[in-house]
Every structure is written in C-alpha cells, then in structure tokens.
C-alpha cells in the first residue's frame, strides 16, 4: 500500500470512529460530572403542580425554566411540563424522588398524608405573612430544617415561588355563624382543610383543574384555591356568588423545585447557583406580581355584583381556636412537625419586637 493510501485509510478510520463516539454520546438529559468544563447540554423534564397559563400562582415556573435557559445560555434546560401530563400534581415529590423525573415545581403541602411537616413550609393557618415566611427561610433557619427532612428522602428542596393570602373561599351560601360550615361540602387543602373540618365541613382535595367542574355540578358546594386573579380564570364566580376574607388557611403559600438530591449533588457548583438563583428572583418576582394584580380583579368582581365579604368574626375565632387545636394535635404526633413549628413560632415571637416597632399600624 502507497503512502498515500496508507493516510487515506488513517483518515477514513478516524473519521468513521468519530462519527460513531457522536452516535453513541449520552441523550441531553445527562448531566456533566461535578466540576466538569463540558459543555454537554443538560435537560430535565420539569412536571408543574399549576398550569402555566394561571398569572402568578402557575407562569411563575415557566418564568423560571425560561431564566435557568437565559443565565447559562441554553445549556441548562428544564421542560415545563403541565399537570397530569407526567404525573398527577398531588404526586410530584415522589416522582423526583423516585428517579422518574430530576425535578419539580409544586406546594409541598400535597404531601401532608405522606409527611406530615411538608404543610409547614407550603402554608400554616393564622401564620406567616409571605415576607416573614421568606426572612424565616432564608436567615431564621427555615431552609436548613428542610433540608435535614429532605435530604434524607432524597430531595433537595429549594424555595422558588411565594405569593400572598389567598380568598377563604367561594361560596353559593352567605356565611353567618359556625353552623354553616357543618355539613358543608367543601374542596380544601393542607392545614386548613384539617381546620374547617373540624367545625365540621366535609372536605375533598381536588388539583386545580377539577375544581370548576365539581363547583358546577354540584359536588362540592365551595372552594379555596388561590389568588382572586387566578380564581377569576378558572370560573368560581360564574357559579359561586360569595367571596370571603381574609385568607386565614394560607397568609403565605409558598411553592418549591423538589429536586432529585443525587441528580442535584451531579451539578457543578455553577449550575447549583444557576437553579438556586433562579429561584431565588423567582420568589421576589412572583410575590411583588401576585400584591401587583389582586386590586383590579376585585374591581372587576364589584362590577360582576359578585359579593365580597369579610368572614364574620364569631366563625373567624372559631377556626383560630380549631387552629391551635390542630397544630398541637399534629405536633405531638410528629416530632419532625414539632420542631420546625416551634421554629416558627420562635422566629414569630422575635420578629413581632422588629414589626411593631418598624411598621406603623394601619387605621
């Protein structure tokens, strides 16, 4: 064989052998070890507990999928994708945990059957306004106690969303005194779901996009769900005339990216900081929109002759005094429970002194 053919046949080897190691490279969804400089792309499917056409309460994710994208320009990629199309919405955490899927946005609270302090760091009656829940999380110690929950489950939980109070609910009835609630058939979630049925409410949890339906038909005779901006959208007050507050069951509702501990400790350090500070402007972003957007659909409700109403005080004091019951009924059952109540109860008390002194009261 010549020289030349010899090179012929070096190049042609060479070339074959490059064009199987490209056929052969691991799918987009493989991350680059810890530390790596690889530029491979890394893709996860992100299953969302909320659709992403709800403002506020369900584009916060998309919002965030779009930020990971930008900050490492396209080679971090999580794909949105809606509720029920991967995996129902009450059932994200343990399909991140099972390895189904490398993460997901969703309220913690869905998994209060299963563990009963997850309802702590997704909403607590009568607790937190959102911006304490956030100095709670970030510097009161918040994150650490979840962390020391989750890791152990395989779960790195990291705060990615946080809105403000919630309606108490829709309602074809007007509210009076306690009695009403008894027998009253009711969609509701976490804490306060426990709360109302013990005055006596029969309570069924429903993922958002089942509500309307039921709400029409009868099944339930009323709901809570989330911010009037994302209650409008999805019909409540096309079948339900009676809108109440405050929003005693959820003050706070914060939203999380569960995701897989061992896929998260894979990530270099950058990607970890790309997702931790995606997340983190996420939950700055979502709240100063959900406070931005409520006023003028409560306008648009006074023009619908939809009634707005403040929950009358002797059913109020009834779900606070239930309230506390609860809460001490779920701490001595689980110790997990007790202690990260306690540390909001402790971080409360000390930031009561701040408050009072910094914030004027309201006339």
Not at 186 to 205: D, K, Y
Not at 223 to 250: C, I, K
Not at 339 to 344: D, K, N, P, T
Request: one cysteine or more; proline letters at 7%.
């Amino acid at each position: 064989m010549s020289n030349r053919a010899a090179l012929l046949a070096v190049i042609t080897a060479f070339s074959f052998g490059l064009l199987i190691s490209l056929a052969v490279r691991p799918a987009a969804d493989q991350s680059s070890a810890p530390g790596s400089s690889s530029i491979a792309q890394i893709r996860w499917r992100l299953p969302v507990a909320f659709n992403t056409n709800l403002p506020v309460l369900g584009e916060n994710s998309a919002w965030v999928s779009e930020t990971i994208a930008s900050l490492s320009n396209d080679r971090f990629v999580l794909e949105v994708f809606q509720p029920g199309e991967l995996v129902s919405p009450l059932e994200i955490v343990d399909a991140v945990r099972g390895d189904k899927v490398k993460a997901g946005y969703t309220w913690l609270g869905y998994d209060q059957g299963k563990l009963p302090v997850s309802v702590l760091f997704g909403a607590v009656p009568f607790g937190f306004e959102p911006v304490v829940f956030s100095a709670w999380w970030y510097d009161g110690g918040g994150q650490q106690l979840a962390q020391e929950i989750y890791r152990p489950l395989g779960i790195e939980p990291i705060l990615c969303g946080l809105i403000g109070p919630e309606p108490a609910g829709w309602f074809r009835e007007p509210l009076r005194n306690p009695e009403d609630l008894v027998g009253l058939k009711i969609r509701f979630a976490g804490l306060g779901g426990q709360v109302i049925q013990g005055l006596g409410a029969s309570v069924t949890l429903l993922p958002g996009g089942e509500i309307f339906q039921a709400l029409e038909r009868g099944a339930i005779d009323a709901t809570e769900f989330s911010l009037p901006v994302v209650d409008q959208q999805l019909g409540f007050n096309r079948v339900a005339q009676y809108n109440y507050f405050p929003g005693w069951h959820q003050p706070f509702t914060a939203s999380h990216l569960a995701v897989n501990l061992a896929a998260w400790q894979s990530l270099s350090s950058q990607d970890q900081a790309i997702l931790k500070t995606a997340c983190t402007a996420g939950v700055t972003r979502n709240l100063a929109q959900a406070e931005a957007t409520q006023a003028p659909t409560l306008a648009l409700y006074e023009a619908e002759g939809i009634h707005t109403e403040v929950i009358p005080a002797p059913i109020l004091a009834a779900l606070e005094a239930e309230t506390r019951l609860v809460l001490e009924h779920e701490a001595q059952r689980d110790a997990d429970f007790a202690r990260v109540l306690a540390s909001q109860r402790a971080f409360g008390k000390d930031y009561d002194t701040w408050r009072k002194l910094a914030y004027p009261a309201k006339p």
